[in-house]
């Protein structure tokens, strides 16, 4: 398949079959047809303007930490969210704004600096910002859509807009903002004093801390805890503690954790969490979703 000609205003912004392996956590897949790394606001709405005018279809990567990409890779657009602009805070009063690629822990952090509540529970939840909105990223009962005021999202065509909470339709680990490249959000919070707040978020960060096995690095959380209950207590409780499909296996010390080894593949990982479901389900009734993106 012969590549795209792509403008000269976005050019020299696209690297070719670009391996996508470093940028995902479980460190599986093949490469990106085109990839780029915008390094400012301007550019990514031309990227995604230059994309829709050519038929590709952008996929915005934040930071990897809940995507699975299969080894025949992705044929369009991967777009990096990586540049400092793209992550900026602001404080003003009792709101601050965070740029879609801003890491979430970055944001927690700036906002308990600030004196702003609302934000601390969500410590140690890996990702950035926008992927945060879309599944709307929960801990210890409160979640991101909660707090979250209005969001500024990019269209195909290249406009940008702002959409408000209600529109967003937050709801139990979902949004509806799937498939939209989020430029920036603004979440409501409440003055607090630092001091507390350093304390309780310190405390959230023990905790948080304690879900991922010590010295592992290719891994993931594969599935969304249902209402009222853990996925890793459902699986514990059928006793899938170790289960293990080819190269991928669930942590034998935290039972909702994915590790993956290097004989591991896409296929591995996508049967493992397929068994899984199949076996919570027969078992206890529950469907167990997928955290995981699947590229």
């Known amino acids: 398949m012969s590549s795209v000609q792509f403008p000269d205003s976005v050019a020299h912004l696209i690297q070719y079959d670009q391996s996508l392996i470093p940028h995902v956590w479980l460190g599986i897949g093949g490469p990106a047809r085109y990839f780029a790394e915008p390094s400012s606001r301007q550019e990514l709405i031309e990227l995604v303007r230059v994309a829709h005018g050519l038929g590709i279809q952008p996929r915005v990567l934040g930071g990897g930490s809940n995507l699975l990409v299969r080894e025949s890779g992705v044929d369009g657009l991967v777009i990096s969210l990586t540049a400092a602009e793209l992550g900026q805070l602001s404080v003003s009063g009792d709101r601050l704004t965070a740029g879609g690629g801003a890491k979430l822990s970055h944001v927690v952090t700036h906002a308990v600096g600030a004196g702003l509540s609302g934000l601390e529970s969500l410590l140690g939840i890996p990702g950035t910002v926008g992927g945060a909105l879309v599944g709307n990223a929960a801990a210890v009962g409160r979640d991101i859509g909660s707090v979250t005021s209005k969001v500024e999202i990019l269209s195909p065509d290249g406009q940008v807009r702002w959409i408000g909470n209600e529109e967003a339709q937050f709801s139990h ?84 954790v994915l590790v ?10 996508l049967k493992l969490i397929e068994r899984i479901r199949e076996q919570v389900l027969l078992q206890t009734g529950v469907d167990l979703q997928t955290n995981l993106q699947i590229w």
Do not use: H
């Open 173 to 256: 680990r979902r949004s509806n903002l799937g498939g939209q490249v989020i430029l920036s959000a603004t979440f409501q919070l409440q003055p607090s004093d630092v001091a507390a707040l350093t304390k309780r978020m310190q405390k959230m960060w023990i905790v948080r801390n304690a879900v991922y096995p010590q010295g592992r690095s290719r891994i993931a959380l594969p599935f969304v805890d249902p209402d009222g209950a853990t996925a890793q207590r459902l699986i514990a409780d059928i006793g899938l503690s170790g289960i293990s499909e080819g190269g991928a296996s669930l942590s034998p010390e935290r039972q909702g």
């Open 260 to 269: 993956v080894n290097d004989r591991a593949t896409s296929d591995d990982c």
